[in-house]
């Protein structure tokens, strides 16, 4: 017992003393090199900015995140949220701005309407488009089948063990508004829409479907990275025209297009900040965010690598939007 | 009481309780095909009714009260500031850059040191070496800065969780009335999804750590409370008597006597309370939470298997090294109270002294350092890990997609899709009628009362269809997970050596973020019921296992040798003697799948289950929903309390019926 402890003693002090020699042999000490960041602010100041998840939209949020640290001084706070979680940062001060929004017409009624804490940026000049989708390798084999009219000729193929012998509609990221149900039933097709509850599901479904060559037809959206991995046909349903969707119980038109905006706070846009001028001014193309999206999605670059690279290849799109002064 | 225990006797003492059964299952399939599709209820996947849209507009009403209210303004805010406070006190300590420096106050090598010393002082060597190794793997995969952010976040949710749970613990132990009162409660906090209450969380504690914090203390309270109470009250009452014969006061008896015997039972209880805290590390990244959750998430954003895989695994270590250090910690109590005090305090404090000197001369370094506050880069085997993962999924799906396509038709038409045609076609009244009636005849007369206000609830909470498909569902995964629970958790019951093979898969099963392996799954099932029922399986088999071997270990040994000396076989010997002797604890298994089951319908919902858990994550994610996500999340609850009290019910009167000596044939 006496021996254990006084080995365990001397141990420590062994150990100790070697850890002291370490330090008499130092290294690099903490806060010699590399301190001295965080640019001059220009009166910028926090810019609270909201990163909703998707990859387009982190595309959108990177770009804006670089000029405003970078070319503005801004000190940008991330902050990863679902859609109405951000909404709700208006309200308790939390976020100054949400960069890329599919329409959410009950939230912007809560929160610039009736709450009046939010107000409207403007577009970002990506068009969002809304609609069912397969994957090319049908499209090869039975060319009418982006019809919708046709769809019921093909609604054996979509059969699988959930859709009780009838095709299968796959319906996905439970974040958007869907008619699908209201819509198989008013266009009188033999499908059975099937919530398939997440992106991460929608997308390896469709990934399947090529590789395997397994039919699948869903709900999709554009624009999306993976797009650009599986480049997915839309079925055309009868043409979308102004107020065809008014009833949702009646509708039997394809999705409207939608044109994505951004929304700041109330407070952050009378602040006069220069990274309000800058996600007021900010558009660009749905090819640009496809772009970055790529970057981030497939060549697996960081968000900031991705959104640099952006940057110093289109410094023209970027001096537009700047504050003029 | 006495006309309830006379009921249960009656009932116990029917003759023909099992031709009763089948002829209720009789009625129901002859209902069935008589009426089907009459008074089911379906609604639609958007669809609300009356109920859902009041429930918005409460929580609409909730919300904007938020500035005018005092308990906003003096009670809320003050708690968020505190907690708030804390973990970026704590951050600052060991993962986010602060005062001022580029690096946090303790680099990889102190906070390493002092885990290891801890892990050392409280609990052995070997899992101090354990927690270096963990420790060391954090940085090695690249997510040493992550990881600290859990650990901060699970940390600091412990402490507090513990701070509230363990008091109330001890009230729950000492008084039967608070004890009836919390149950329910603790029930509630444990089944109610936190998809429900996390978009609201953030209007009251706003966007950041506190809200996490609340989150996941919301979930790792009520182990801490329930194993507290059950440690408090299993000190047998001799010990108490002998206590009070020699005049101590009741608060003497309770600082001397009741929680220095509970005391190995409410380190059970930390333990379980970090396991609970640290499976919220994921969700709780859905607002704003830093951590390997962030990347778990965000990997998924891009279906990225490999990068949420190396996170994960990050997270089963972190897991398994909290759980080994606490699991030691309490052999250790317990240990020293067998045997009194084996060292002399000297003793003891020069091993501390040792130890912490060393702890702290490592911290200094790290305080001092870049080599010993940053994980050297190099050493970064993250990328391996990733690519292998990635490999390892691709060739998963690509490969076997075929014969698991199959299997998943089989059992989907064979099982489940008739399971669920007879819940869902059936009119409601038919299945609640039904469900009372056996209720009442495997249970007791409460369960079956229980039964009948929870069918009605759900009914009144306008889900009944979809509450159905989940029921189906989980009916399917609770009889998988039993039936892996049983052959499983007798292999390794049997033998040490499938023991430690297992084992390290199990912990992974079970704290291995569903998200991470959400994508592989999904290839080889698609977005089905059955990817939903796999998931479940996953997380919830390896309970049963762990508790299926647990009470096979616990068989006496002298009874195994008498049966094998008499001639019995292995088979014999399994099935007529070790697995009637271990039944309490295959029941037990039972019950705690299927709680664990129940926990997996919102990750269900995420990868084609449909239903209530769709409807919840559905109500998470828009604002039109949201009552209906709340009703859902209320519906699960029910099923979770209706379907707990039965099987409670049918343990009780299978063990009534063990030790009565009353055999039904």
Redesign the interface.
């Given at each position: 017992m006496a021996v254990t402890r006084s080995g365990k003693v001397r141990a420590a002090a062994l150990v100790t003393g070697a850890g002291l020699l370490l330090t008499a042999c130092g290294g690099a000490k903490v806060g010699e090199t590399g301190t001295a960041s965080t640019g001059g602010a220009k009166g910028c100041g926090t810019f609270n900015l909201a990163v909703n998840p998707w990859v387009g939209y982190e595309a959108n949020a990177a770009v804006i995140a670089q000029v405003a640290e970078k070319q503005l001084g801004c000190k940008v706070v991330k902050k990863d949220l679902k859609e109405e979680v951000a909404w709700q940062g208006f309200a308790t001060g939390e976020v100054d701005a949400i960069v890329e929004n599919w329409a959410h017409d009950d939230l912007k009624k809560k929160y610039i309407d009736d709450q009046k804490v939010a107000v409207s940026a403007g577009p970002t000049g990506n068009k969002g488009v809304i609609g069912w989708y397969v994957a090319p390798w049908m499209v090869k084999k039975y060319p009418d089948i982006t019809d919708g009219k046709n769809l019921n000729k093909y609604a054996s193929l979509f059969k699988t063990s959930e859709s009780d012998g009838k095709g299968q509609l796959l319906d996905g990221d439970p974040s958007f508004v869907t008619n699908d149900a209201a819509l198989v039933k008013n266009l009188k097709l033999d499908y059975k829409v099937v919530y398939a509850g997440s992106e991460t599901a929608l997308i390896t479904a469709f990934r399947q479907s090529e590789k395997q060559q397994k039919p699948v037809i869903g709900y999709f959206y554009e624009p999306q990275w993976f797009l650009s991995e599986v480049k997915l046909v839309k079925v055309n349903l009868p043409a979308y025209t102004e107020g065809c969707d008014a009833d949702p119980a009646k509708v039997a038109c394809d999705y409207p297009p939608y044109e994505l905006d951004k929304i700041v706070s109330k407070k952050f846009a009378d602040s006069g900040s220069p990274a309000y001028t800058l996600v007021k001014n900010f558009t660009w193309t749905n090819d640009d965010q496809n772009l970055v999206a790529k970057y981030i999605a497939e060549d697996k670059m960081s968000a900031e690598e991705a959104a640099a690279k952006w940057v110093a290849d289109n410094p023209d799109k970027v001096k537009a939007w700047l504050p003029t002064s | 009481m006495t006309a309830l225990s006379a009921t249960r006797g009656v009932a116990a003492r029917l003759p023909a309780r099992r031709y009763l059964i089948a002829l209720t299952l009789a009625v129901w399939a002859a209902g069935w095909a008589l009426l089907r599709g009459h008074d089911t209820f379906a609604l639609?996947?958007?669809e609300l009714t009356p109920l859902h849209g009041a429930l918005n507009e409460a929580m609409?009403a909730v919300?904007?009260s938020?500035n005018t209210n005092p308990l906003f303004l003096y009670f809320i805010n003050y708690i968020r500031l505190f907690i708030d406070q804390a973990v970026t006190a704590v951050q600052a300590l060991i993962s986010q850059p602060a005062l001022g420096?580029?690096?946090p106050v303790l680099?990889w090598l102190g906070v390493t040191g002092l885990a290891t010393g801890v892990a050392l002082l409280y609990g052995n060597r070997k899992v101090a070496l354990l927690t270096a190794a963990g420790f060391v793997s954090f940085g090695a995969l690249g997510l040493w800065q992550e990881s600290m952010d859990t650990l901060a976040l699970t940390l600091t949710a412990v402490v507090l969780s513990l701070a509230v749970g363990i008091p109330l613990g001890i009230w729950a132990g000492l008084s039967d009335r608070f004890n009836r009162l919390v149950t329910p409660v603790l029930d509630f906090m444990q089944t109610m999804p936190t998809f429900v209450y996390?978009?609201p969380l953030?209007?009251f504690f706003?966007?950041?750590p506190a809200s996490a914090t609340v989150a996941t203390m919301i979930y790792a309270i009520p182990p801490a409370i329930r194993i507290t109470a059950h440690g408090i009250r299993q000190v047998s009452s001799d010990t108490l008597e002998a206590g009070t014969s020699l005049g101590a006061t009741p608060a003497q008896a309770l600082r001397h006597v009741r929680l220095p015997m509970a005391k190995q039972t409410i380190i059970v209880g930390v333990n379980q309370t970090i396991m609970a805290a640290l499976s919220m590390a994921t969700i709780a990244?859905?607002?704003?939470a830093p951590g390997l959750g962030?990347t778990v998430?965000?990997a998924?954003?891009?279906?990225?298997v490999g990068t949420a895989f190396n996170a994960g695994v990050a997270i089963v270590i972190m897991a398994v090294v909290l759980d080994r250090v606490t699991s030691a910690a309490s052999r250790r109590v317990e240990v020293q109270r067998r045997a009194g005090r084996m060292r002399t305090t000297r003793?003891r404090r020069?091993?501390v002294?040792?130890?912490l000197?060393?702890a702290g001369?490592?911290a200094?370094?790290s305080?001092?350092?870049?080599?010993?506050?940053e994980f050297p880069i190099e050493a970064n085997a993250g990328p391996y890990v990733r690519r292998a993962a990635d490999a390892a999924s691709q060739w998963v799906?690509?490969s076997l997609?075929t014969y698991t396509d199959a299997f998943?038709?089989l059992l989907?038409?064979q099982f489940l899709?008739r399971l669920e045609a007879l819940l869902t076609g059936t009119p409601w009244w038919l299945v609640t009628i039904v469900a009372v009636a056996l209720a009442l005849l495997v249970g007791s007369v409460r369960a079956a009362l229980v039964t009948a206000a929870g069918l009605l609830l759900l009914v009144l909470l306008g889900l009944w269809q979809d509450s159905m498909v989940t029921l189906a569902s989980t009916i399917v995964a609770t009889v998988l997970v039993m039936l892996l629970g049983v052959v499983a958790g007798v292999w390794i019951g049997r033998s040490d050596r499938a023991d430690t093979v297992l084992r390290p898969v199990l912990d992974a099963g079970q704290t291995m973020p569903a998200f991470v392996y959400?994508?592989p799954i999904?290839?080889l099932f698609?977005?089905?019921?059955?990817t939903a029922i796999i998931a479940a399986v996953v997380f919830a088999a390896p309970v049963a296992i762990k508790l299926v071997a647990e009470g096979i270990r616990g068989v006496s040994p002298t009874t195994v040798e008498a049966a094998t000396s008499a001639g019995a076989s292995t088979w014999q010997l399994i099935s007529k003697v070790q697995l009637p002797m271990a039944r309490s604890a295959v029941t037990l298994a039972a019950s705690q799948g299927l709680i664990y089951v129940l926990s997996m319908v919102v990750v269900g919902?995420?990868?084609?289950?449909?239903a209530l858990?769709?409807d919840v994550?559905?109500g998470?994610?828009?604002?039109?929903?949201r009552g209906k996500g709340l009703a859902a999340g209320l519906a699960i609850v029910v099923l979770g309390i209706v379907l707990d009290r039965v099987m409670r019910a049918a343990t009780q009167r299978a063990d009534a019926a063990a030790h009565g000596g009353r055999h039904q044939k």
């Open positions: - | 639609g996947g958007a609409d919300d904007d938020r420096r580029p690096v680099g996390l978009a953030t209007l706003l966007i950041g990244a859905l607002i704003d962030q998430l965000k998924l954003q891009t279906l990225d003793g020069l091993e002294a040792g130890v000197g060393v001369v490592l200094y370094l305080y001092t350092y870049v080599w010993a506050a799906q690509d997609v998943k038709n989907t038409n899709n959400l994508v999904l290839g698609g977005a089905t019921r059955f919902g995420l990868v084609g289950a449909g858990g769709y994550v559905a998470f994610s828009q604002h039109q929903l």
